[in-house]
Every structure is written in C-alpha cells, then in structure tokens.
C-alpha cells in the first residue's frame, strides 16, 4: 500500500502543551490503522503530526514507547465506556443490557482492531496490548462476582472465565460480522455467550 505521508499535517505542536502528547499518539494510531505496523517510523509520524524531529523525541524518547501509547490510549477509551456501566451491573439482565447495547461493541473494537496488527508483530505493543486486555478482563470479572455475591449466578461460576468468554465473543463477534458485514453474525455470537453466563443462574 503506497501513500503520501505528507498529506495534510496538523499544526506544528508545542511539545509543553498538554494535548501534545495526545495529538501525537492519535497522529500515529491513525498510521497504524491504515498502513501497518512498519509505518510507525520517526519520519513517518513527523509527517502525520506536524512535528520535529526534535520535538517528537522530547514527547517519546523511546521510539517504542509510541506503540504502548497507542494501546493505553485505546485502553483508556475503553475503561471510561465501561467502568461506569460495568459498575452499574447488579443483575443478569444488567448485564445483558451492557453487552447488547450499542457501546459495548464500539468500546470492544477500541483494543480488538489493534490485534491483528499488533500480535505477533511488535513485541512491546503486543505485551502492552496483553496487558490492556488482562484490564478489561478483570473490570468483567469484578462485576460478574458481584452478581455471583447477590445470588444471581450460583457459587460453582468462575466469573474470570466467564469473563475472558464474553470478551472472546465480541472480538470474535466483530471479526464475523466484519468479514460478512452482517451485525446478525455479531448478535448471534454475544447470544451464545450470555447463555453460557446464564446457565449459572440458580
């Protein structure tokens, strides 16, 4: 894929303004998205963010460090969707809600784009991206505990498994319903996963 780094920069940034940092790390997650991992180059990300050279490596000494920004932004966007609503679930049908509605697919796509073009292909941004999804497991599985506290799923569930299954189910959800551009595949999928959770209901 050939393309003009070149095109249409944003205004050159002044390293010791707050949003610089930010700016940059979504410059670069741009990048990412649409060329690959090989396009996260110095030069490459100067261009897309109207930096220096100078400037960038005042923001990022360590080139790498670029990619985990990249996932812990990602991550970030994903905890403020989530939490709140996550920290809301007080019942099954709490927690159906959440992973049927409209937020959750669009938070879950936040961290699962990154995977095919992260995993297997640079090691600190796919420890990074292990590490994100180790968080938003554990933000689940926290509410899937609290509802096996109030009695609403029986003491043999394991609210980590349960967890990692329903995150299982968006990603994989998303994948379908990407390829064959049906949302059907995707309903179908978190479906199957939320019966698996309410088989564990008393």
């Known amino acids: 894929m050939t393309a003009d780094w070149n095109d249409g920069p944003d205004p050159r940034l002044d390293p010791s303004e707050p949003d610089s940092r930010a700016r940059v790390v979504a410059a670069a997650t741009a990048l990412l998205v649409r060329h690959g991992v090989s396009s996260l180059s110095s030069a490459h990300i100067q261009a897309a963010a109207g930096v220096s050279r100078a400037e960038l490596e005042q923001l990022f000494p360590d080139p790498d460090a670029i990619t985990e920004a990249i996932v812990s932004a990602q991550l970030d966007a994903v905890l403020q969707a989530q939490r709140p609503r996550l920290d809301a679930v007080q019942c099954l049908d709490d927690l159906e809600q959440w992973l049927f509605d409209p937020p959750t697919?669009?938070?879950?796509?936040?961290?699962?784009?990154?995977?095919?073009?992260?995993?297997?292909?640079?090691?600190?941004?796919?420890?990074?991206?292990?590490?994100?999804?180790?968080?938003?497991?554990?933000?689940?599985?926290?509410?899937?505990?609290?509802?096996?506290?109030?009695?609403?799923?029986?003491?043999?569930?394991?609210?980590?498994?349960?967890?990692?299954?329903?995150?299982?189910?968006?990603?994989?959800?998303?994948?379908?319903?990407?390829?064959?551009?049906?949302?059907?595949?995707?309903?179908?999928?978190?479906?199957?996963?939320?019966?698996?959770?309410?088989a564990h209901a008393p």
């Open 105 to 198: 697919p669009a938070a879950g796509r936040a961290l699962g784009s990154l995977i095919h073009l992260l995993a297997d292909r640079h090691d600190r941004g796919h420890r990074a991206l292990a590490k994100a999804f180790s968080q938003w497991k554990t933000l689940l599985a926290s509410a899937l505990s609290r509802l096996q506290a109030t009695g609403e799923l029986n003491r043999g569930a394991d609210p980590e498994k349960l967890a990692i299954g329903l995150i299982a189910a968006l990603q994989g959800g998303h994948l379908l319903a990407h390829l064959t551009q049906d949302a059907d595949q995707l309903r179908a999928t978190l479906a199957m996963a939320f019966d698996q959770v309410r």
